[in-house]
Structure formats: structure tokens, C-alpha cells
């Protein structure tokens, strides 16, 4: 139920994205908010390798925009494009997949240094749907205001 809710929730951020130019991905919603449809999918794509590979999986790996650690930096879509964002999103998703996949049980625990604890994979599951939800949300209204399409 877990893996059906987050691919669903994953699905939807790509549809929201759906038949747009790179240039309609990179609109922002309001100033002085720089929040982007691509914005978003390279955000979520530092969610999925954080949670997954690095709390999880406990690789020792940088995110995939900021040598420095900052989740914001993936808001920057100024020069972005789809083809990249997207690459490193599916390919964040396949990690996290195969990560769940060779998980002994949803009870495997990880460490998430922000927080300071341990957290199990059904939380970090969680987690997820619940980021994706949220900005699922932000996109809708992205792209209502991008071309007027709305729903799910």
C-alpha cells in the first residue's frame, strides 16, 4: 500500500508536468517565491537520494545540486532543463526503489542526522508521500497557472 500511494503521488508530479517546454517548467508562481514545476522535480529528486540512499542506504553521497548540503539550491531551475531534472529524478527513483525492494521489512532502520534518530523505512515511506502530497499541491497550482489544466 505504501509503494502504491508513493508511486502514485510520483506519477502525478510528472503528469503536472506533462506536455510543457522547458521554458513553461521554469515559470515561477509568484515573487518573490522562485518555486518552479522543475524547481519541484529537482527538489524532489534531493528528497528521494536523502531519505533513500543516504538515511537508508547510508551512502556517502552529496546531493545532486549543492556541494554545500542545501535543499534549496534545487529550487533553482533558472538554468535547468527537463532532460537533466528529470534524469536525476527517475534516477533517484530507481535507488529508491531497489532500496525498498532489498529491504528486509519496512522495520529496516536508518539514521537521519537532521533529526539526530533513527528511522525506519516505513517512516522514511511515509515521509515521502507526504512531501509528495504537499508539492503536488504546489504544483497544481503551477500549472493552472502555467496553461489553466487542473486535476489529478
Known amino acids: 500500500m505504501l509503494r502504491a500511494f508513493l508511486d502514485y503521488h510520483r506519477a502525478t508530479l510528472a503528469m503536472k508536468c506533462d506536455g510543457l517546454s522547458d521554458e513553461q517548467l521554469r515559470e515561477q508562481s509568484s515573487p518573490p ?3 518552479s514545476l522543475l524547481g519541484l522535480v529537482r527538489h524532489m529528486a534531493e528528497v528521494e537520494r536523502t531519505w533513500f540512499r543516504r538515511v537508508i542506504g547510508g551512502e556517502d553521497i552529496p546531493l545532486v545540486w549543492s556541494s554545500t548540503g542545501d535543499f534549496q539550491e534545487a529550487y533553482d531551475a533558472s538554468s535547468a532543463t527537463r532532460t537533466e531534472a528529470f534524469a536525476a529524478w ?3 527513483i530507481e535507488h529508491s526503489r531497489r532500496i525498498e525492494r532489498e529491504a528486509e521489512s519496512l522495520d529496516v532502520t536508518g539514521h537521519n542526522a537532521r ?3 533513527d528511522v525506519s523505512l516505513r517512516l522514511v ?3 515521502l508521500i507526504h512531501e509528495y502530497a504537499r508539492h503536488n499541491g504546489h504544483a497544481d497550482f ?3 497557472a502555467i496553461d489553466g489544466t487542473v486535476g489529478a
Open 90 to 92: 527517475r534516477r533517484e
Open 33 to 35: 517565491s522562485t518555486l
Open 142 to 144: 503551477l500549472r493552472e
Open 125 to 127: 515511506m511515509l515521509h
Open 115 to 117: 533529526w539526530g534518530e
